[in-house]
């Protein structure tokens, strides 16, 4: 099984300007349809019990080239409560996470 990969974005005042950049090597890397629907990058706010949250991008196992541009380290597939979706088609939800729609 592909492994999924995560970064932190920073806090949530922070986190637009690389967030953007990830849309923006997302488009670049993944041009013209068909565009499949398990390549996928999403956030997320963690905090884990600190005061400021810290945004979280999660890239889908499809979205692996653009997560190791970014050096994004490999993961667990996330839970689908309280994700976003950054970049990707939103066929993705029902593909990506198909047992929790």
Do not use: N
């Not at 932190?8 to 499949?36: C, H, K, N, W, Y």
């Not at 996928?40 to 019990?49: C, I, K, L, M, Y």
């Not at 939103?90 to 990506?96: G, I, P, Q, R």
């Amino acid at each position: 099984m592909a492994s999924w990969y995560s970064l932190s974005l920073g806090d949530g005042m922070t986190s637009s300007l690389p967030a953007a950049e990830i849309e923006e090597a997302f488009g670049r890397v993944f041009t013209g349809p068909p565009r499949s629907p398990d390549m996928a990058v999403f956030t997320r706010p963690e905090s884990e019990g600190r005061l400021h949250c810290e945004i979280i991008a999660y890239f889908s196992p499809a979205a692996a080239e653009v997560a190791k541009m970014f050096e994004a380290e490999p993961c667990e597939k996330p839970a689908r409560a309280g994700l976003g979706l950054l970049a990707g088609d939103e066929t993705s939800w029902s593909v990506l996470f198909p047992q929790e729609t």
